[in-house]
């Protein structure tokens, strides 16, 4: 099932989606879902930037 749910969300991610794509890896990083290594290479940029614009870490926890 969530091989499934990669497999849709990259496909978005190459029609254009990237931006929802990006929105769905942080949130699965913030609950605790997915680690930053999970993530997709070609996303990790956008996802790290998104992180640490909330204030963030690439964990997913509040900065020091």
């Known amino acids: 099932m969530l091989k499934r749910l990669w497999i849709w969300l990259l496909f978005l991610c190459l029609k254009g989606g990237e931006v929802t794509m990006v929105t769905v890896c942080v949130s699965l990083i913030i609950n605790g879902r997915r680690t930053f290594t999970q993530i997709p290479v070609i996303l990790q940029a956008d996802v790290k930037s998104d992180l640490e614009a909330l ?10």
Do not use: H, R, S, Y
Request: no cysteine; glycine share 30%; hydrophobic share 40%.
């Open 55 to 64: 204030g963030l870490g690439i964990d997913g926890k509040p900065l020091a």
